[in-house]
Structures are given as structure tokens and as C-alpha cells.
């Protein structure tokens, strides 16, 4: 695998954003046995001090019993950006919101993942293309 990439405009010029499919939601779990449940269904997840808070599938989270009442689409940026760069996840989240599109960003190791609701998905991926387009040498 490559280096990972500091530098802001390579970051933009580099990120080739995807729209992932399904449909996706965030829920908290407070319950050992709801949080076993839905554990093997995580795209991702993150302990916060009134629970666990997870990212399912909008039909595993219906499942379960979870709240699924603002799904989200995944926007996946296909630049191996740096954990320490910066500047993708301001430029990405100022596009979106003079778009008028509310983002959560996901930092992993390899990829940033950006959640949209799904009724402004095609809209995200147009603006994040057109940053990206903008952003190239």
C-alpha cells in the first residue's frame, strides 16, 4: 500500500469519492445483549458515555428494534489520506454544507467515509466530484 497522503490538494485532487450501497443508520446501544445482536452487523462503531454508538444497516437496526428514522447513504473517499493531514475532512464538509447537505464523517484508517441522508446522496457525490474536480492539476 502506498504512503499515506498529507498534503491537502493531493488529498481533494485524490479522493474519488464512491457512493457505497445500502442504507444506513446510527443507533445507540446501552444493552449487553442488544449490543451483541447487532455487533457482527457493524460498519462501525464508537463508545460514548450514554452508550455504544453504531452505524447498521437500516434493515439490521429495523431488526433489532432500533431507531432507524434518518437514514443515511455512505460516501466513500478513495484517497489514502494520512490520520495526521489536514484540511480533506473541512473541505469536504464545506462543500457539502453550501450544498445545504448535512454530513457525518467517518475517519478510518485507510479511507474517510462521509454519511448523508439517503434523499441527498446523488446530490453529495455531485458536490464532492465537483471538489474534487476543481482540486486536479
Do not use: W
Not at 432500533?66 to 466513500?76: E, G, S, V
Not at 467517518?106 to 476543481?134: I, K, M, T, W, Y
Amino acid at each position: 500500500m502506498p504512503d499515506p497522503i498529507t498534503n491537502e490538494a493531493e488529498m481533494i485532487a485524490g479522493m474519488t469519492p464512491v457512493l457505497v450501497s445500502g442504507v444506513f443508520v446510527f443507533c445507540s446501544v446501552t444493552e449487553a445483549e442488544a449490543l451483541g445482536a447487532a455487533l457482527p452487523h457493524a460498519r462501525g462503531l464508537f463508545a460514548e458515555a450514554e452508550g455504544m454508538s453504531l452505524i447498521l444497516p437500516v434493515e439490521k437496526a429495523r431488526g433489532l428494534g432500533l431507531p432507524a428514522d434518518q437514514p443515511m447513504r455512505q460516501i466513500t473517499l478513495n484517497v489514502y489520506s494520512s490520520l495526521t493531514g489536514v484540511g480533506l475532512t473541512a473541505a469536504v464538509s464545506g462543500a457539502l454544507a453550501e450544498a445545504g447537505i448535512p454530513a457525518n464523517v467517518v475517519a478510518a484508517h485507510h479511507h474517510d467515509h462521509v454519511f448523508v441522508p439517503e434523499a441527498q446522496a446523488e446530490a453529495a457525490l455531485s458536490a464532492l466530484l465537483s471538489l474534487q474536480s476543481r482540486a486536479l492539476p
